[in-house]
Every structure is written in structure tokens, then in C-alpha cells.
């Protein structure tokens, strides 16, 4: 993580009203692959949000500061999305997962109706 990245994050959350005070850290042990190191090491962040009981968990790298980065980062957007009254991002991408399941279903079915029609039987006679 740069210095840039980290002064862009801190004015984010200046912008949001999110102050470290508000914050409650914690330090725990990551899951997954990663063998000794990962067993050893408590490189996952939970971060929660007390004023908004927000939760955030960061895994993502095999280093503390930048998971803690991550964790900040996510917390920002998860607090933006609910201030603008948008959904979250995980929340619109299980919803387009959604529409697409939806979508090859209907598909499959309007297949497996047209091929079990009566002129199909008679041509398979």
C-alpha cells in the first residue's frame, strides 16, 4: 500500500464521518490455504463499524496492513452505499447471478418443452 492510497483512504473517511475512534479492531486468524504461516500469523481484520454495528472481515492478503487497508476500504463503500440508499455490491452481483439463473431456467424449460412436443414423438416413432 502506498502513502497516496492511504491519504486518499483517510480523506475518504473524513468525507464518510468514519474516525478511528469509532472503530473496533480485531486481529484473528485467516482461513484457507497458506500451510505454517497462515496457522501462525493472525493476518485477518475484523473491523466493526459501532456507530452502524457494521461488520467488515478482510482476508484477502497474507499481510496485516494491507488487510486492515482492505477492511477500511470496504467499510467506506458499504457506508457510502447506505447513505446514498444504493445496495450494496455484493447485494447487486447476487442479484445479477439471480436474473441469470433465472434466465438459462426459463431457457432450459422452453427447450425441454419444445422437444417433448407431439411432433417430436411422432419423427422419434
Not at 463503500?77 to 446514498?84: D, G, T, Y
Amino acid at each position: 500500500m502506498t502513502q497516496q492510497k492511504a491519504r486518499l483512504l483517510a480523506e475518504r473517511m473524513a468525507l464518510l464521518g468514519i474516525c478511528e475512534q469509532d472503530l473496533d479492531e480485531q486481529f484473528v486468524r485467516s482461513s484457507g490455504p497458506g500451510g505454517q504461516h497462515l496457522n501462525k500469523t493472525s493476518t485477518c481484520v475484523v473491523l466493526t463499524h459501532l456507530p452502524t454495528g457494521i461488520i467488515v472481515k478482510s482476508q484477502q492478503a497474507r499481510s496485516q496492513a494491507l488487510n486492515r487497508y482492505y477492511a477500511r476500504k470496504r467499510l467506506c463503500e458499504l457506508i457510502e452505499a447506505r447513505l446514498l440508499g444504493k445496495e450494496s455490491p455484493q447485494a447487486l452481483k447476487a442479484d445479477k447471478i439471480r436474473r441469470q439463473k433465472d434466465r438459462r431456467r426459463r431457457r432450459r424449460m422452453a427447450k425441454k418443452a419444445l422437444s417433448s412436443g407431439p411432433e417430436c414423438q411422432r419423427q422419434q416413432d
